[in-house]
């Protein structure tokens, strides 16, 4: 199958989801995410109409960035763990950075989006199981309480929601009670009103569940396999 016929396909499948949980599937964007994946290839997903991208690391990014630099509208989200000392060159190579975890990085992409003179949209990222080797702030955490309310003194950066990575099953129904949750802590942050935070993406799904997070309110699912491909295993973790 080609890039073009898979992106088609995921299409297909998020239509149907969205349509079976009485949403809009204009409700819910498709990320493509392109970690480990050529510029060949990318530009590939763009020419089948893929504008949102999500990479991993800044490095792999960065080294990839030129070759890309001509597709007009593309918009590129850092969706890996960040490390706080790459919060600068993140800012500078990315729209969006979807996985704000520390106040932090909060505030060194704040600082970094400052010298910049560019606003950066941010998702918090929840590590929703409370796994010990994942990133995220915990859903009932200090951290999570302080991201939120310093958010008004972070005036270049604007946390649109959440995003979350549940543990991985091979069943995409294990997956389900853990997006109710992020959709119900999405909806509680939200009712609060509190100020320079808005909660309008929940971003939700990958390859193998992403059908069962459009159910549970995802408005954007990450897909890297189901359109390109399986991916090598990684040599190194966390660069
Ligand atoms: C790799 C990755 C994805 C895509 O995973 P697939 O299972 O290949 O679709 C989505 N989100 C994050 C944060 C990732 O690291």
């Given at each position: 199958?080609?890039?073009?016929?898979?992106?088609?396909r995921?299409?297909?499948?998020?239509?149907?989801?969205?349509?079976?949980?009485?949403?809009?599937?204009?409700?819910?964007?498709?990320?493509?995410v392109?970690?480990?994946?050529?510029?060949?290839?990318?530009?590939?997903?763009?020419?089948?109409?893929?504008?949102?991208?999500?990479?991993?690391?800044?490095?792999?990014?960065?080294?990839?960035?030129?070759?890309?630099?001509d597709?007009?509208?593309?918009?590129?989200?850092?969706?890996?763990?960040?490390?706080?000392?790459?919060?600068?060159?993140?800012?500078?190579?990315?729209?969006?950075?979807?996985?704000?975890?520390?106040?932090?990085?909060?505030?060194?992409?704040?600082?970094?989006?400052?010298?910049?003179?560019?606003?950066?949209?941010?998702?918090?990222?929840?590590?929703?199981a409370?796994?010990?080797?994942?990133?995220?702030?915990?859903?009932?955490?200090?951290?999570?309480?302080?991201?939120?309310?310093?958010?008004?003194?972070?005036?270049?950066?604007?946390?649109?929601?959440?995003?979350?990575?549940?543990?991985y099953?091979?069943d995409?129904?294990?997956?389900?009670?853990?997006?109710?949750?992020?959709?119900?802590?999405?909806d509680?942050?939200?009712?609060?009103?509190?100020?320079?935070?808005?909660?309008?993406?929940?971003?939700?799904?990958?390859?193998?569940?992403?059908?069962?997070?459009?159910?549970?309110?995802?408005?954007?699912?990450?897909?890297?396999?189901?359109?390109?491909?399986?991916?090598?295993?990684?040599?190194?973790?966390?660069?």
């Amino acid at each position: 199958m080609s890039i073009a016929e898979n992106i088609a396909r995921v299409r297909e499948q998020i239509a149907s989801a969205a349509q079976r949980s009485g949403r809009n599937a204009h409700e819910v964007s498709l990320m493509a995410v392109t970690k480990t994946v050529s510029p060949e290839r990318i530009r590939e997903a763009y020419k089948a109409g893929a504008r949102l991208f999500g990479e991993n690391r800044v490095q792999e990014f960065a080294g990839k960035s030129a070759a890309l630099s001509d597709l007009n509208g593309a918009e590129w989200h850092m969706i890996g763990h960040l490390q706080s000392n790459k919060a600068r060159a993140a800012a500078e190579l990315f729209h969006a950075a979807d996985s704000v975890d520390s106040v932090r990085l909060q505030q060194r992409l704040n600082n970094a989006a400052n010298d910049l003179g560019k606003k950066l949209p941010v998702l918090i990222e929840i590590n929703i199981a409370g796994e010990t080797a994942k990133s995220g702030v915990t859903p009932d955490s200090t951290e999570l309480e302080q991201i939120l309310q310093i958010a008004p003194s972070c005036e270049h950066i604007e946390i649109c929601g959440l995003m979350s990575v549940p543990p991985y099953s091979e069943d995409p129904e294990a997956s389900r009670p853990f997006f109710r949750q992020m959709r119900a802590l999405c909806d509680r942050i939200a009712a609060r009103n509190l100020p320079a935070i808005t909660m309008e993406t929940l971003s939700l799904g990958m390859s193998h569940d992403f059908e069962v997070a459009i159910e549970e309110g995802s408005t954007c699912v990450r897909i890297g396999t189901g359109i390109f491909g399986e991916r090598p295993a990684p040599l190194t973790k966390g660069l």
